[in-house]
C-alpha cells in the first residue's frame, strides 16, 4: 500500500546543475501537486495538474517544469539549479482537484550549493 | 482569490493541557476547509475536514474543529493534548472553483511534558 512514493528522498547538486524529482501514486488520483516547504513560509505550490494531459503554473513556478508523464506519474525537474531551491519538496495527489483529500509524499530533501 | 491565515506560529502547551490552534480564512464563495498534520520528518496527512452539514467536525487522535460562517474562522482543538501531539499543523481552504487547495503557513505545536 504505497501511496504516493518520492524519489530521491535526499540529494545535494551544485549551482547550475539539473536533476528531476519523481513522484508515482498508486490510487488512481486524477490530480497531483508539487509543492516545496520551507521554514515560517509554509507549503508553496509550484505546479499541478488536474488530470492526465494538464499542468497549470501554482504560486511558484520560477525554475521549475514538470511533467505529467501518465495518470500515476508527475515529475518536478530543475534545469539550473540555485541555492534559492534548497527546500524540502512535496508531492501529492487527491482523486479530484480542491475538493478531495490531499495524500502526500514523504519529501524530497534539496541543497543546491 | 481565497487565503487563509493561521495566527500563531508557535504554541507551546503542557502535556493534558487542552489547545486552541487558530484558522481565518477569507474567501466570497462557498468553502471546504481542511486541517492537516506533519509529524516531524513526514509528509502532511488529513486530521479531519468540513465539507457541509454540521459545524463540528471531529478528527483522529481525538481533534475537533468549528466552522464559524459569520466569523469565517476554523479553529483546531484538542482538550488535553500528549507528547505525540508535538508536529506542526496546517489549516487550508478550497472555494470549489477548481482551482488546488490554499493553505496556510503552519502552527507548530510543542508539548511539553
Known amino acids: 500500500n504505497a501511496g504516493v512514493t518520492q524519489t530521491p528522498k535526499f540529494q545535494v547538486l551544485k549551482t547550475g546543475q539539473s536533476m528531476t524529482l519523481q513522484c508515482a501514486q498508486d490510487m488512481n488520483h486524477n490530480s497531483m501537486y508539487w509543492y516545496r516547504q520551507d521554514p515560517g513560509m509554509g507549503l508553496r505550490l509550484i505546479y499541478y495538474?488536474?488530470?492526465?494531459?494538464?499542468?497549470d503554473k501554482g504560486e511558484v513556478p520560477n525554475g521549475y517544469n514538470v511533467s505529467r508523464l501518465n495518470k500515476r506519474e508527475f515529475s518536478l525537474r530543475l534545469e539550473s539549479a540555485a541555492p534559492s531551491q534548497t527546500s524540502v519538496y512535496f508531492c501529492?495527489?487527491?482523486?479530484?482537484?480542491?475538493?478531495?483529500?490531499?495524500?502526500f509524499g514523504e519529501g524530497s530533501r534539496l541543497t543546491v550549493l | 482569490a481565497q487565503s487563509v491565515t493561521q495566527l500563531d506560529s508557535q504554541v507551546p502547551v503542557f502535556e493534558e493541557a487542552p489547545v486552541e490552534l487558530r484558522c481565518n480564512y477569507s474567501?466570497?464563495?462557498?468553502?471546504?476547509l481542511f486541517w492537516y498534520v506533519q509529524y516531524p520528518n513526514q509528509g502532511l496527512q488529513l486530521l479531519l475536514k468540513y465539507l457541509s452539514g454540521s459545524t463540528l467536525v471531529k478528527g483522529i487522535n481525538g481533534f475537533e474543529a468549528e466552522f464559524n460562517k459569520s466569523q469565517t474562522s476554523f479553529h483546531l482543538r484538542k482538550p488535553s493534548v500528549h507528547i505525540s501531539d508535538t508536529a506542526e499543523y496546517f489549516c487550508?481552504?478550497?472555494?470549489?472553483?477548481?482551482?488546488?487547495?490554499?493553505f496556510g503557513k503552519g502552527t507548530r505545536l510543542s508539548v511539553i511534558a
Open positions: 474567501s466570497s464563495v462557498s468553502v471546504y
Open positions: 501529492a495527489s487527491s482523486e479530484q482537484l480542491a475538493t478531495g483529500e490531499l495524500f
Open positions: 495538474s488536474a488530470s492526465e494531459g494538464t499542468t
Open positions: 487550508a481552504v478550497s472555494d470549489l472553483r477548481n482551482t488546488p487547495l490554499v
